[in-house]
């Protein structure tokens, strides 16, 4: 059972200070490694590969795909399985309360200072100060991480790539992805892996009925061609809400396409069921997939957005408030 570590001083709720679980057998652990595309044994051999260093590590993909799973497998692959897993979530820190827990003041060390041994995970890059990204940097050079063979802490950090790779770089200090240029890969997103959805999916399901204490089910062909199909514009997470909300409803054995919300059902849709269809939900649920693509192709900026979409900027902004209104925003 993971213990929780006394801290040298007291730190806010995004911060899980955690002993890892046993190492899991293998680099499978991360969903985002089932599947036999060249993408899957990319990810397989990374966590292999980089679990027997301790080098900083640099996760560049769109947001959803659990890039904390991913490095928590990592960190169970490794030697250090059994130090401390420190995460921090940059989203819900001022830049004042992240440098402090990061770097700490002269009398109350950082987390960064204070852990010799584990992994700290900080997400995410992008939305760091530039003074916080040169001082990481200073930090790495000062650890000397790319000669050491010594050093026991790790480093991992995520840069959301919801725009394009070259507006993500932009956003982050050159000479910091410099140091991290050689230590980095690229999650591909869902729609770029159809071809691993249903390994993907056939394990998270089996995740989710074994947590839930359930027995085993199994995925319809019909249920795993609309789930192909479809662009899962909010990757793994999105993937996970959909099959849990699909286990409340499951027949005895198996997920039925019937299971599955209508934007899925129906994101090809070729012909129409003879029982019918709810076009009005549908049709809600298309715009709402056609405003989270706008958003995220730029990088969540209205007007672009509004562009792309061809309406105007306030239009798209009575929209998302609607959205909100519903409990459903997509900011």
């Known amino acids: 059972m993971s213990s929780v570590l006394p801290l040298a001083h007291r730190v806010s709720p995004p911060v899980a ?38 080098h900083p590590v640099l996760l560049l993909g769109e947001a959803g795909l659990r890039q904390e799973e991913l490095a928590r497998a990592l960190h169970q692959a490794s030697a250090q399985a059994r130090q401390p897993f420190i ?33 700290v995970f900080v997400n995410e890059l992008t939305r760091l100060s530039p003074r916080l990204h040169q001082r990481l940097g200073v930090y790495l050079e000062e650890r000397h991480w790319l000669r050491d063979e010594a050093a026991e802490q790790r480093l991992i950090l995520v840069a959301d790539v919801t725009a394009a790779p070259s507006a993500t770089e ?37 995740r989710l009925t074994e947590q839930a204490n359930r027995r085993a089910l199994t995925l319809s062909p019909k249920a795993l061609e609309a789930m192909t199909d479809y662009d899962w514009p909010e990757n793994l997470e999105e993937l996970a809400g959909v099959l849990r909300a699909a286990l409340a409803q499951v027949p005895p ?24 269809i709810e076009m009005s939900q ?33 239009t798209l902004n009575m929209k998302l408030k609607r959205l909100a209104e519903q409990g459903t925003p997509l900011l």
């Open 17 to 54: 200070y955690l002993r890892a679980e046993a190492p899991l057998p293998d680099s499978l652990a991360y969903l985002g490694c089932q599947g036999e595309s060249a993408h899957a044994r990319e990810l397989q051999s990374f966590i292999t590969q980089a679990a027997q260093q301790v």
């Open 87 to 119: 995460a921090i979530n940059a989203h819900a820190l001022s830049e004042e309360a992240l440098h402090l827990l990061l770097f700490g003041e002269m009398a109350r060390p950082g987390v960064l200072q204070s852990l010799a041994r584990g992994t």
């Open 170 to 206: 932009s956003r982050v200090a050159q000479g910091l992805l410099e140091l991290l240029r050689p230590y980095r890969v690229v999650l591909r997103p869902l729609r770029e892996r159809r071809a691993d959805l249903p390994a993907i999916a056939g394990e998270l399901l089996r």
């Open 253 to 276: 054995h198996q997920v039925t396409d019937e299971c599955l919300p209508t934007r899925i059902r129906f994101a090809q849709l070729r012909t129409l069921p003879e029982s019918g």
């Open 282 to 314: 549908l049709v809600e649920d298309y715009e709402r997939n056609l405003l989270t693509t706008a958003l995220r192709q730029t990088g969540n900026s209205q007007t672009k957005a509004a562009r792309l979409l061809g309406v105007r900027v306030q």
